[in-house]
């Protein structure tokens, strides 16, 4: 199963409320925001090889995503 199908999953079976499906799309919207960075950056001091460019800046954009995914505490409250 492909990470797009757990996600249309996971919308129609747990982020069923408007709040959280809410909080999911802005979760996509910083993701999104996160690898237009990382593109941009590796774009600006790409070398000659598209491919290497393009490899290089969905790895940066996935470890930046997880970096700030494990820098999120789920079970953490803030009052």
Request: charged fraction near 30%.
């Amino acid at each position: 199963m492909s990470a797009e199908d757990i996600a249309k999953r996971e919308i129609a079976e747990i982020y069923n409320t408007h709040e959280l499906r809410t909080a999911y799309r802005a979760g996509l919207s910083t993701a999104m925001g996160i690898c237009d960075e990382r593109a941009a950056a590796y774009k600006r001091t790409k070398r000659n090889n598209e491919s290497i460019y393009g490899a290089s800046a969905a790895t940066g954009c996935g470890n930046d995503i997880e970096a700030l995914w494990r820098s999120i505490l789920a079970d953490e409250v803030k009052a």
